[in-house]
């Protein structure tokens, strides 16, 4: 069952679009503010994040840049502005998002929109979905106050999201020579034979009368190969005694075992007479740049 985190500032329609979802198969999760986003994105992996709002708790704008620099998640993002809020360009470029909608959008051709990122069975969730549009009538009912700002109708909205389901099937290209395999293989066959013919043809009109086919003695490994390779390694030997040389001249004042490297009670002496050295005046600035680093390097 795939996961939706929806981020919306309004609570009646983030409870109708929960319900919708939930009720076609999916898991959502509803969140009424951002602060709290990377830790409920960790907790609840979500795999479509939905984002609605244009106020302080909730903005698609922000959040949709937050997820630019989130790279540990790898769902998918629906940003909703509405007309006012349009993103500009630049905007654009720094948001993370794989649909971009506008408000207002009814419940039902959002979840639309959602399945056209899905792997699930489209077909069927549709039908649910479309089914219970006509018969529900607390969806109904929810639906028409979104529609009603549009000035459409539940019946309106339902036939347009119906129309554009009819017209997807019926623009299903079938590929012939699939069908003509199938009623004669043999044929198939030999059309297949032509067409690469024909192919091999064209290629050799690009190249102008000078493509060939493959060769294989192009591949037989000459003399003079094999002594450029003779070569090649010889001087990587001559460059390997050089390279352990710089090495032990870097490494000769190095005062430890380089293979076990420091114990425990080294690092515990040497961190004491550090401790010892060190003023307590100096330690507390360096605890403050500490926190001053920490601080910057957290700050979003």
């Known amino acids: 069952m795939d996961r939706v985190l929806l981020l919306i500032d309004d609570i009646q329609y983030a409870g109708h679009l929960e319900t919708t979802l939930r009720k076609v198969g999916f898991d959502p999760e509803t969140i009424t503010n951002e ?12 795999d479509y994040v939905i ?3 244009n106020s302080p708790r909730v903005s698609s704008l922000s959040i949709g840049r937050k997820l630019k620099e989130n ?10 502005f509405s007309e006012e809020t349009r993103p500009s360009s630049e905007d654009l470029i ?15 051709r959002l979840v639309a929109h959602l399945l056209t990122l899905t792997q699930m ?10 089914r219970f549009a006509h018969t529900d009538p607390i969806f109904r009912n929810n639906e028409q106050q979104i529609l009603k700002s549009m000035g459409a109708t539940i019946d309106s909205e339902i036939q347009v999201i119906t129309s554009s ?37 064209k290629a050799k009109n690009a190249q102008g009368g000078g493509f060939s086919e493959p060769n294989d003695e192009a591949f037989v490994l000459t003399e003079a190969y094999k002594s450029k390779l003779k070569e090649e390694l010889e001087a990587s030997g001559r460059a390997l005694p050089i390279r352990i040389e710089a090495y032990n001249h870097v490494i000769k004042d190095v005062d430890q075992d380089l293979q076990k490297g420091l114990k425990k009670r080294q690092t515990k002496v040497s961190n004491k007479n550090i401790f010892e050295n060190t003023s307590s005046d100096d330690m507390k600035k360096q605890d403050e740049e500490r926190k001053i680093f920490v601080k910057a390097l957290l700050k979003k």
Do not use: C
């Not at 720094?94 to 039902?108: G, K, N, T, Y």
């Open 35 to 46: 602060y709290n986003l990377a830790d409920k994105i960790l907790a609840f992996n979500p």
């Open 51 to 53: 984002v609605k709002g």
């Open 71 to 80: 790279s540990k998640f790898l769902g998918k993002v629906i940003l909703i």
């Open 94 to 108: 720094q948001m993370r998002m794989d649909l971009l909608l506008f408000e207002p959008i009814s419940a039902l």
């Open 121 to 130: 069975d489209r077909e069927d969730i549709m039908d649910k979905l479309l």
């Open 165 to 201: 389901k009819v017209r997807e099937e019926t623009e299903e290209i079938i590929d012939e020579n699939m069908l003509f395999s199938f009623s004669n293989p043999e044929e198939a066959a030999a059309q297949k034979a032509k067409l690469a013919a024909d192919t091999l043809a």
